[in-house]
C-alpha cells in the first residue's frame, strides 16, 4: 500500500512539472530600480531546445493576469501548439510603456526593449536571433509595441498591433482621460519622438514584418490605424493592415490577437 502511495505521489509530481507552462516572476529594473511582474508562458520544454519569443502588452488598465483569463485565454494552449515562449510584463496600469521624461520609475520602453529581453535571454531558452523575436499589442500596448518595437529593431523581428492608439495627435479628450499627460506632459510639449508618426522613416529600413489591425466601429482609434496605414503605403513600407467587424472590446482584440499570434508563428517558420 506504502508502494502504491508512492507511485502515486510520483506521478502526480510528473503531471504537475510536464503541465507547469505558466511561471509567475518578478523581474528587476535596473533603470527603474524596482521589480516589474511578469508572466511567462511556455511550451513543454525540450532539452537541448530553443524557442522563439513573443513579448504582448496589455492595453490601458489591463495586467498580465487579464491577458491570460480574459484578453487571449488560449494563450497557454498556443504555447504549446506553436512552440513558443510568450512573456508578459505589466505595464503599470497606464505606463504607455514610454521612458517617461516626468515619472522617474515609469520607463518601461528600455525595461522591455533592453532589460526584460536580456533577462528572458538569460534565463530561458529562446532563440537569439530578431527574427525568432517579436512583439505585440492592444491599445495602450499597441502603441507600446509599435514604438518598443521598431525603437528596438535589431531586437524584434516581428511588430503588431491591435486598435492601437496609434496618434496622440488626433487621441482628442484620450489623451487626458487615458493619463498619457500624467507620464509624457502636456500635448502641446510633447517630445515629438513620442509620436508614432515619427517611427515611419525608421521602419523602412528597419528589416521588420509589421502587422496592424483595427475594428471598424471602434469609433476612437480607427481612424487613426486608417491614416498610419496610409502613411506606411504612401512611402512603401510593407505591412499588413486589417480592418474587421467589431468595437474596442475584449471580443474584438481576443479574437484579432489570436490571429495575430498564427502570422507571427508563420513568420518564425517562414
Known amino acids: 500500500m506504502k508502494k502504491l502511495i508512492n507511485i502515486v505521489f510520483v506521478l502526480i509530481a510528473c503531471i504537475q512539472l ?6 509567475h516572476q518578478e523581474v ?5 530600480n524596482k521589480k516589474i511582474k511578469t508572466i511567462i508562458i511556455t511550451p513543454d520544454i525540450q532539452p537541448k531546445t530553443t524557442y522563439p519569443s513573443v513579448y504582448i502588452l496589455h ?16 494563450l497557454v494552449q498556443k504555447a504549446q501548439e506553436y512552440q513558443t515562449i510568450y512573456v508578459l510584463p ?7 510603456y514610454v521612458d517617461s521624461p516626468i ?15 536580456e533577462f528572458i535571454d538569460k ?8 527574427r525568432f523575436r517579436g512583439i505585440l499589442g492592444w491599445s495602450m500596448g499597441g502603441y507600446g509595441a509599435t514604438n518598443i518595437g521598431v525603437t528596438y529593431n535589431k531586437t524584434f523581428g516581428i511588430v503588431g498591433s491591435s486598435c492601437g492608439a496609434l496618434d496622440f495627435n488626433s487621441f482628442g479628450q484620450g489623451y487626458n482621460k487615458y493619463m498619457v499627460d500624467k507620464v509624457l506632459g502636456p500635448l502641446l510639449t510633447i517630445n515629438p519622438g513620442f509620436l508614432t508618426d515619427n517611427k515611419v522613416k525608421l521602419m ?13 466601429e471602434d469609433v476612437q482609434m480607427i481612424g487613426m490605424n486608417r491614416n498610419f496605414h496610409k502613411k506606411l503605403t504612401d512611402l512603401k513600407i510593407q505591412h499588413l493592415y486589417i480592418e474587421s467587424l467589431g468595437v474596442h472590446d475584449d471580443k474584438y482584440w481576443s479574437r484579432s490577437l489570436s490571429e495575430q499570434l498564427t502570422l507571427f508563428d508563420k513568420f518564425f517558420n517562414q
Open 18 to 23: 510536464s503541465a507547469q507552462k505558466i511561471i
Open 28 to 32: 528587476f529594473s535596473p533603470k527603474m
Open 59 to 74: 492595453g490601458f488598465s489591463g495586467n498580465p493576469e487579464r491577458i491570460i483569463k480574459q484578453d487571449i485565454p488560449d
Open 90 to 96: 505589466d505595464g503599470n496600469y497606464s505606463s504607455w
Open 103 to 117: 515619472v522617474k520609475d515609469s520607463q518601461y520602453q528600455t525595461f522591455i526593449g533592453k532589460e526584460l529581453v
Open 123 to 130: 534565463n530561458y531558452p529562446v532563440k537569439a536571433e530578431k
Open 204 to 216: 523602412a529600413d528597419a528589416g521588420q514584418h509589421y502587422i496592424f489591425d483595427c475594428g471598424t
